[in-house]
């Protein structure tokens, strides 16, 4: 299927394109309620924010922060913190990451008891302490079979499905995403999600679309999900049609836009995307966000986290500098109400469109983007 030039933020595919893309996504035996979910973003993507993002509706399944095999087992205080669910946040795919085939197997069955709806292994992440241990990206560049068996030893310890999410290879001279999804395929993983990047690449260029349909091709029954620089119904329109993948994952786009889901959802069955988010609907979701954080970790270390993403809610709703410096620093839930009542009293800023948000929010820094 040959791609489309689109420059417009709604779709210009006629609806009989799309029909394909309409019944239900399975992920072994699993039915999703959307093709869309929520990659996973190391520091961001935890319980509070899933469950926000669940409420607007659209999201198919979401994904826990990647956590080490080995600390599962060990029951790691951190990791514990991590793994936080509940049963309004299903389906739930927890992703594992390692090197010891062992470690992994036991903390799949591990997380299958704790109630996870699927294991997903990370063969993705950049991050340095990830890939010298073996694991992350460092998984695809093997070449002696120990990856696949590690991948089979999963499969068969547990009775959940398992998916593999990963880039497209190394670098530009190893791409061997399409290889590994086959031979995952033949030792049982019932889904790939493929991030259109190499290791090389970290987040910066263009995702490889191309790269993306080589993955899809590849395969011969499992579903493979795109991932990567989908921020707009356009995003996802020409992520569709050029590779042919079965969903999309969206992860920044998701901080940037959080309705992005119930848009996307609405688009494909409808024609029509459900509408953004409105001013106000952006404050209550940031009041939202700050209070669960405060039940999952308390109200010192849910405002210390809550500085991560201050920066990008402040873009979205233009509140100004002097906002936006509170924000950063915020050490009180009783000094950041102060501060949403003010916003709501005051209303939008001159010219706020809530159309034109999404592009305006950085790309977060951190330990997912640098290595």
């Known amino acids: 299927m040959s ?7 709604l779709s ?27 990659a996973p973003l190391a520091g961001y993507t935890n ?13 198919g399944l979401c994904t826990t922060d990647l956590v080490n095999a080995r600390a599962v087992l060990d029951g790691s205080r951190k990791t514990m913190e991590l793994l936080a669910t509940s049963t309004e946040d299903r389906p739930l795919a927890v992703q594992i990451y390692g090197a010891n085939a062992d470690e992994m197997a036991r903390g799949a069955q591990w997380l299958e008891g704790y109630g996870a709806t699927l294991i997903d292994i990370n063969m993705g992440c950049p991050v340095r302490k990830v890939v010298r241990g073996g694991g992350g990206s460092a998984m695809m560049c093997d070449t002696s079979g120990t ?35 086959r031979t995952f395929e033949q030792a049982g993983v019932a889904a790939v999600t493929i991030h259109g990047r190499t290791r090389a690449q970290g987040f910066t260029g263009g995702v490889n679309l191309d790269g ?14 795109g991932n990567g620089d989908v921020r707009t119904i356009a995003d996802a329109e020409r992520m569709l049609l050029s590779t042919g ?10 901080l940037a836009n959080p309705w992005i889901f119930r848009q996307l959802h609405s688009w494909l069955h409808t024609g029509a995307p459900a509408p ?67 916003l709501r009293e005051a209303g939008p800023a001159p010219g706020w469109s809530d159309h034109d948000t999404s592009s305006q929010i950085p790309v977060p820094a951190g330990p997912i983007a640098h290595w």
């Open 47 to 59: 319980l509070p924010f899933r469950l926000n993002i669940r409420e607007l509706g659209g999201v």
């Open 12 to 38: 210009l595919a006629p609806q009989s394109v799309l029909q394909r893309w309409r019944s239900p996504l399975r992920i072994g035996s699993v039915e999703l309620s959307s093709r869309f979910t929520l």
């Open 3 to 9: 791609a489309i030039a689109i420059n417009h933020s």
């Open 147 to 181: 990856t696949t068996e590690l991948v089979r030893k999963i499969v068969k310890a547990v009775k959940i499905p398992v998916t593999v999410k990963m880039r497209l290879g190394w670098d530009e001279e190893n791409l061997s995403a399409p290889l590994f999804a």
């Open 212 to 225: 993306i349909r080589a993955v899809v091709d590849a395969v011969e029954r499992i579903p493979v999900i």
């Open 245 to 254: 993948c079965a969903g999309v994952a969206v992860g920044r786009g998701a």
């Open 276 to 342: 953004h988010g409105s001013y106000g609907e952006r404050l209550r979701f940031m009041e939202l966000h700050l209070q669960r954080l405060i039940e999952w970790r308390g109200e010192h270390l849910a405002c210390l986290q809550f500085r991560k993403v201050a920066t990008w809610y402040c873009k979205a709703l233009r509140t100004g500098k002097a906002v936006q410096q509170t924000l950063v620093r915020l050490d009180t839930r009783e000094s950041f109400q102060h501060i949403v009542e003010l």
